[in-house]
Structure formats: structure tokens, C-alpha cells
């Protein structure tokens, strides 16, 4: 099987493996999706739930304080004192565990609908409800609508008018991955029509929609129109269960029938705190406007960088990048920039429609939100996620809008500063400005002064900007061991470190100081050498001639050269490398050095 464009669903049925061989080829997959950094799944969680959650991942196994966005705690209600005190007294109250049978979110629908729906009935499903709503019309007859389709839920129920006892179209009131809303109007309009009941879940709607956040049927003013609400308490209501709505005569029907409900483990005492919740929808309802603040903000945000967030009204905002194995590339790099997300992928969306699902809470500080925005910009400029679902749309200006002019200018302030008055003006308040820019930017766009250091020095060290080309170099130069290679990468480096006044600084502040950031580049160099000596190497084994040592004199000599005739603007042995003819010298004079040290190896 090829692991590059597996999903999860490749593995439901392997021909010729039973359980264990399925199982094993399963455990190899997951491996693989670790390996390349793209398993965002089952992570492990030390702290509760929040905006901001502190997970071990493969990039940090001790745990990372990440900005979160894969909690559906909307209102923000699980770290809510009131919610917890409620909990804990009811725990204190009664203990932590109870005799009776309730339902969960997910059971909540497919224990009604196994109870409500036969072999005689009906069921008639939006293409993208949950899961749990197809699980549960397995004993029914089940038709698919093309989602949020009128024309197609019409043809249905036109062609099955008078063929079924009971026929029930069910619908999301928010569609869980894309964060639309049903048409519902339009939808109970064609039910009553064609005498059809109509069942809406409504687990995402609760808390975010409607003016008093009844959801999405408050939203459409339809709250006293439907026959079946189903929800669940772990989104909005931070807490556990499932809960479904109708009138009295079904609710003792399925209380008693429902075999889900009679012979499953009840809810702990601590569902007090779901009491407390639903009570706070009315008492506190700014948790519900700053919610709307964020999504709002958040959304605009995305946008005014180019990229879509579709249709969704809703606190889940996709980002839709529609190639799997870009959407975990994007997961992957969201995550070492600090933000968890959830990369949703074939078979919960279609396989061509893979994304990143972002959900907003009310808790998230606008300096999270503009964290996220900042990393989905670096992400969108690595791997071009607008592309796929652009939408076209005049973007006004705006503070994201102008975060990379902001940015250029925080680094070229950086340069200037290194050029003028070398590594020890790089302090916040200098760096700000001379960049005629709100320090506060320089830990919003970058986090600190010294990452934003590093990404200047990065930027302009010749051989960070080498890396990125080193293996099709190495491809390029295999017939001749890497000798027009190792002759043109010191000619480019004395022609680099000649212009690059700001580099010669660094480099002197590299080997005046101890400092944890130039080590790490200088290690980065080492790196790249030895991938390059592993092309010299097998000319050079053997002989009596030390490429590598020749190298290191000749690179040494490079940098004594510039900065000896920067500094003071004294000759060397004669040479003044500010005047053109003495650096076609040098520059002769290294390729002749390669050549002979290949030539002499060679004899």
C-alpha cells in the first residue's frame, strides 16, 4: 500500500489480512504519518482544555504551550468558575458516579433514529451530517440529498410520497466541517409539502446562533417548527452527554425502547455543571458576542491574507486546501509554529477536499488570533494554500494586510543596526525605532528580539540561503566529485562576504562572543559542509592531499581577507581586495587552488 496517499479509510478492509495483519499494516501507517510530522491526532494533553493548551508532540516531547483551535468549548465554559464550582458541588453533593442510563452526543442521535426508524420507514439525510446520524438509519431505508440541495431533497420526497410509512429528513443546523448552516426554511417548508417530519442537530448551533443562542433554529425563527432536536453538552456546554428534544409522547418512547439508553452508564453527578452552563446563556451572554468578535475578526484576518473561508457562518472556520498531504505539510507547520489545529481529512471530508478546521472560542486574546493568522501567512507563502479556494475580493487595508511591509521594516532596521553600530544596538527599543514601528510588532510578528535577529541572519547567511538547493547541487555535480562545486561555492562566498557588510559584523560577533544563536548557525554550516565533502571524499580517500583541511584555509582566509581590508582599508600581502583587478586575483587564484588539489589527487 502506498503510504503517501493512504487515508484512514484504506485500512476499514485489506484484502487477504485478517484483523492482526490489518492492524499491524495500520500501526506501520500511523508510523509513517509520526515520522513526517504529520500525525495531529489522539495528541496528549497536559492541561485542560482552553485557548491555549499545553500538548506533547513530536516536535516538543516535554510539552508545548500552543495557541489552540480544536475545541469546540465555543463559549469558553470549561474553564468558566461558575461552570467548575457547580461541578464540584455536585460531585461533593452526590459522588462521582450514579445508576441511571443517559446518552451521549453521538448515541444521542443514532439511538433515536434506531428506535424511531424500521424497515418500513424513511430516512432522508444532507450528504454531510455527522456520522452518527448514518450510523444510526442502518435498520431504515436511507436516501442521500446533495448538501444544502432544495431540488435535490424535492426529488426524494416526491419519489417516495406515498412508499414509506414514516419519512424523516434529517439535517445539521451546522454542518460540522465546512461551518454552513441548513437552509431550514426551505427545508421544513418541502417536509410539510410532502408529509415529512424533520429531525435537525443542531450540536454546533446551541450557544453560538440565535439572539438568545437557542442556535440555528432561533437563528431562522423556526425554534417551534421542527420535530426533533438532537444536540450534544460537549461543545457549548462543556461537559459530557448528549441530549435530544420533541414532545412528550416520543421522549418517553424512546426512554423506554431506546436499547442505548437503557443499558449504558449514566452521567457523573459533575453534568451539575451543565446546569450551570445552560443557565449562563442567558446570564452572561458576552461570552456570546466576544465569541462573534473573534470569529469575526479572525475570519476578516484569513481573508485579507487570500485565503477562502468558504461558506461557514459559524465558529468553525475551514481553511480548504483540498491535497491530503499538503493539509498535513500545513498541519505540520502550523504546529512548530505553535498552533493547534486539526487537519481534516478523507474519509470525514472528500478526498479532494482535505483541510485545516479552525474553532473559535470566546476565550481566545486577540494576540492568539493574530499568532494564528501570522503562521497560516508563513504557511500560505511555503506552500501556496490560497491557490485552491481563492476567492476574489478587494482587500482592504488593514493590520494584517500590512504585516509583511512591517515586518521588512523590523528587519532591515536589524541590518542597518548590525552595520552601524554592530550586535550590541539590537536591543527592542532601538531595533523599533529605527524601524519607525511599534515594539509591540516585534513580539507579535516574531515573538521576540531575538528570533527576529535570527531570521535576519538567516536570511542573509550565504549558506542558510544554500541549503535550500544543496541536494540538487549535489545531483548536478556527481561526475566530477564536486570540483567545479567547491571551486564556484568559494568564488560565490568571497563575492557574497565582499558585498554583505552586515554579514561581516555578524561574523565578527561571532567569534568575539559566545552566543547560543551563532553557534547554532555555525553547526547549521557544518552540516551543509559535510553533506558537500561526501562528494569530494572518494576523489580525495586515499591520497595525500586533505581536501578538507584545504578548504577550511581557503573559507578561514575569505574571511580574514574582507574584514582585515574592511576594518582598517589596509593592503594584504600587497592585494587591496576594494580594487576590482586584486579580486579577480583571489578569484583566480581560488579556482587554481581546486584545481590543482584535484589534479595532485588525481596522480
Known amino acids: 500500500m502506498d503510504f503517501t496517499t493512504a487515508t484512514f479509510k484504506n485500512f476499514e478492509n485489506i484484502e487477504g489480512h485478517d484483523m492482526y495483519d490489518r492492524a499491524a499494516v495500520f500501526g506501520d501507517f500511523l508510523q509513517y504519518m509520526k515520522d513526517n510530522g504529520h500525525m495531529n491526532y489522539r495528541l496528549q494533553n497536559f492541561s485542560g482544555c482552553g485557548p491555549e493548551m499545553r500538548v506533547k508532540t513530536s516536535i516538543h516531547e516535554n510539552g508545548f504551550d500552543y495557541v489552540s483551535f480544536v475545541s469546540n468549548d465555543y463559549l469558553g465554559f470549561t474553564q468558566h468558575p461558575k461552570v467548575k464550582a457547580a461541578a464540584i458541588q455536585g460531585i461533593s453533593d452526590f459522588g462521582t458516579g450514579a445508576g441511571a442510563s443517559p446518552l451521549i452526543g453521538y448515541t444521542a442521535n443514532s439511538a433515536t433514529l434506531m428506535s424511531l426508524l424500521q424497515k418500513e420507514d424513511l430516512a432522508i439525510v444532507d450528504m454531510a451530517v455527522h456520522s452518527s446520524i448514518y450510523e444510526g438509519c442502518i435498520l431504515t431505508n436511507t436516501k442521500t440529498f446533495l448538501h444544502n440541495h432544495m431540488e435535490s431533497l424535492e426529488r426524494i420526497l416526491k419519489a417516495a410520497r406515498s412508499q414509506y410509512r414514516t419519512k424523516l429528513v434529517i439535517v445539521d443546523g451546522v454542518y460540522s466541517q465546512d461551518g454552513d448552516l441548513a437552509p431550514l426554511r426551505e427545508i421544513i417548508g418541502l417536509a410539510r409539502q410532502y408529509g415529512a417530519y424533520v429531525m435537525v442537530d443542531d450540536a454546533h448551533g446551541i450557544g453560538v446562533l440565535g439572539e438568545t443562542g437557542r442556535g440555528a433554529l432561533e437563528q431562522h425563527d423556526l425554534l417551534h417548527e421542527v420535530d426533533i432536536i438532537s444536540g450534544t453538552f460537549s461543545k457549548t456546554f462543556a461537559n459530557i452527554g448528549g441530549y435530544v428534544i420533541a414532545n412528550p409522547d416520543l421522549i418517553n418512547f424512546l426512554k423506554f425502547q431506546s436499547r442505548q439508553q437503557i443499558f449504558s452508564a449514566t452521567s457523573t453527578p459533575a453534568a451539575a455543571g451543565i446546569i450551570k452552563a445552560i443557565e449562563l446563556i442567558d446570564e452572561e451572554p458576552q461570552w456570546q458576542l466576544k465569541l462573534w468578535e473573534n470569529i469575526n475578526y479572525f475570519k476578516k484576518g484569513l481573508q485579507d491574507i487570500g485565503i477562502d473561508t468558504g461558506t461557514t457562518a459559524s465558529a468553525i472556520v475551514p481553511v480548504k486546501i483540498g491535497d491530503p498531504h499538503k493539509t498535513g505539510d500545513a498541519g505540520k507547520l502550523l504546529l512548530k509554529a505553535g498552533i493547534y489545529t486539526n487537519p481534516i481529512l478523507y474519509p470525514a471530508v472528500a478526498k479532494k477536499d482535505a483541510r485545516i478546521r479552525m474553532s473559535l472560542m470566546a476565550t481566545h486574546t486577540r494576540e492568539q488570533l493574530d499568532k494564528a493568522l501570522s503562521a497560516f501567512e508563513f504557511v500560505n507563502q511555503k506552500l501556496d494554500i490560497d491557490k485552491v479556494y481563492k476567492m476574489v475580493r478587494k482587500v482592504t487595508e488593514g493590520p494584517i494586510r500590512n504585516k509583511e511591509k512591517t515586518r521588512l521594516k523590523l528587519l532591515n532596521a536589524v541590518g542597518e543596526i548590525i552595520k552601524t553600530e554592530g550586535y550590541k544596538g539590537l536591543g527592542v527599543n532601538n531595533i523599533a525605532a529605527k524601524a519607525k ?50 571551486s564556484q561555492i568559494l568564488v560565490d562566498q568571497f563575492n557574497f562576504f565582499l558585498d554583505a557588510e552586515e554579514m561581516q559584523k555578524v561574523i565578527l560577533w ?18 551543509l559542509g559535510n553533506e558537500l565533502f561526501k562528494l569530494t571524499d572518494p576523489h580525495f580517500g586515499g591520497t595525500d592531499v586533505d581536501i578538507r583541511a584545504i578548504q577550511a584555509l581557503l573559507i578561514g582566509g575569505i574571511y580574514y581577507l574582507v574584514l582585515h581590508a574592511k576594518s582598517n582599508g589596509s593592503t594584504f600581502c600587497g592585494l587591496d581586495i576594494n580594487e576590482l583587478p586584486d579580486q579577480q586575483r583571489i578569484i583566480k587564484s581560488l579556482r587554481q587552488l581546486v584545481e590543482w588539489s584535484y589534479a595532485k589527487a588525481k596522480k
Do not use: H, P
Open 510 to 527: 561571532e567569534i568575539s562572543e559566545k552566543n547560543a544563536l551563532m553557534r547554532e548557525i555555525a553547526d547549521a554550516r557544518e552540516i
Open 437 to 486: 514601528a511599534d515594539k509591540k510588532l516585534i513580539y507579535l510578528y516574531f515573538g521576540n528580539v531575538d528570533k527576529l535577529v535570527e531570521t535576519y541572519v538567516r536570511q542573509k547567511d550565504y549558506w542558510s540561503a544554500f541549503s535550500e538547493g544543496i541536494q540538487g547541487l549535489i545531483e548536478a555535480n556527481q561526475g566530477n566529485f564536486g570540483q567545479e562545486l567547491a
